[in-house]
T-cell receptor
Framework: KNEVEQSPQNLTAQEGEFITINCSYSVGISALHWLQQHPGGGIVSLFMLSSGKKKHGRLIATINIQEKHSSLHITASHPRDSAVYICAVGKTGNQFYFGTGTSLTVIP | EPEVTQTPSHQVTQMGQEVILRCVPISNHLYFYWYRQILGQKVEFLVSFYNNEISEKSEIFDDQFSVERPDGSNFTLKIRSTKLEDSAMYFC????????????FGPGTRLLVL
């Protein structure tokens, strides 16, 4: 049983394209995280959301609590954005369920 | 900028041996976590730790696993008798006080059990 589903699993885009990655979850949550995992394996937290929308540079994350859905958008994509993007939801703040990730490749 | 550090970066061990993975969380953080990621699979939650005790643990975190904060700075994960299926990348994370705050991840320790 997957508490967190992401789509698409793989995504290839041309440099400059607008990218959307989706996350749906089936459990009640206290927060949702978007994480970025680089080819070397390191994980960076991009956003933590409990409602609404957040923006950081070219990245925008939105969440709809009623629909149990979140999206991560990347504007003006760049090859350095190539990574695996992971959605993770926290039920209590201390236990997290992770999606399988979306592997993004941005081609110059 | 402060960061979470983990040692070693890589460890190879024989099946049945004990391993201790070490993490130094960010100094004013109060909540600590261990996750693992088997190669090609998703990240999985193992355990969370607060106020010197386990606050939550997953089904994966069985009696073979233990965590400790021995000296107020290190946060360790011990696997008592390693199995082949324990081979994975192990990530430590920490976060400050606050009901919902972002976590900061360490770079991971890649464990290979032969």
């Amino acid at each position: 049983k997957n508490e967190v589903e992401q789509s698409p699993q793989n995504l290839t885009a041309q440099e400059g394209e607008f990218i959307t990655i989706n996350c749906s979850y089936s459990v009640g949550i206290s927060a949702l995280h978007w994480l970025q995992q680089h080819p070397g394996g390191g994980i960076v937290s991009l956003f933590m959301l409990s409602s609404g929308k957040k923006k950081h540079g070219r990245l925008i994350a939105t969440i709809n609590i009623q629909e149990k859905h979140s999206s991560l958008h990347i504007t003006a994509s760049h090859p350095r954005d190539s990574a695996v993007y992971i959605c993770a939801v926290g039920k209590t703040g201390n236990q997290f369920y992770f999606g399988t990730g979306t592997s993004l490749t941005v081609i110059p | 900028e402060p960061e979470v550090t983990q040692t070693p970066s890589h460890q190879v061990t024989q099946m049945g041996q004990e391993v201790i993975l070490r993490c130094v969380p960010i100094s004013n953080h109060l909540y600590f976590y261990w996750y693992r990621q088997i190669l090609g699979q998703k990240v999985e939650f193992l355990v969370s730790f607060y106020n010197n005790e386990i606050s939550e643990k997953s089904e994966i975190f069985d009696d073979q696993f233990s965590v400790e904060r021995p000296d107020g700075s290190n946060f360790t994960l011990k696997i008592r008798s390693t199995k082949l299926e324990d081979s994975a990348m192990y990530f430590c994370a920490s976060r400050p006080r606050g009901r919902v705050e972002t976590q900061y991840f360490g770079p991971g320790t890649r464990l290979l059990v032969l």
